[in-house]
């Protein structure tokens, strides 16, 4: 199994950056696809990007070009690097982690962009 937890949210002007980032604990973090979603009220969870565990990457239209996703498995933390950032990026990110049937989230970060 394997906990989650999110750190570098916050509040952006239009046209900022942020760089989430998850750090993992348990046991074979490189063997799990790391996912990043989000979720703004009265929508559904969405995936951002994703990243599988040979390193293949996947954005959601609306983020190509501006998001990174990145991990590090020595230090067990998926990243997520957010450049321009929209008011329409302002949601609760989620990072998770994803192996065969098994899954497990963190509890969130929440990111504002706002003028």
């Known amino acids: 199994q394997v906990q989650l937890v999110e750190s570098g949210g916050g509040l952006v002007q239009p046209g900022g950056s942020l760089r989430l980032s998850c750090a993992a604990s348990g046991s074979s973090f490189s063997k799990y696809a790391m996912g990043w979603y989000r979720q703004s009220p009265g929508k559904q969870r969405e995936l951002v990007a994703s990243i599988t565990s040979g390193s293949t990457t996947n954005y959601a239209d609306s983020v190509k070009g501006r998001f990174t996703i990145a991990r590090d498995n020595a230090k067990s933390t998926v990243y997520l690097q957010m450049n321009s950032l929209e008011p329409e990026d302002t949601a609760v990110y989620y990072c998770?982690?994803?192996?065969?049937?098994?899954?497990?989230w963190g509890q969130g970060t929440q990111v504002t962009v706002s003028a």
């Open positions: 998770n982690a994803a192996f065969w049937n098994y899954n497990a």
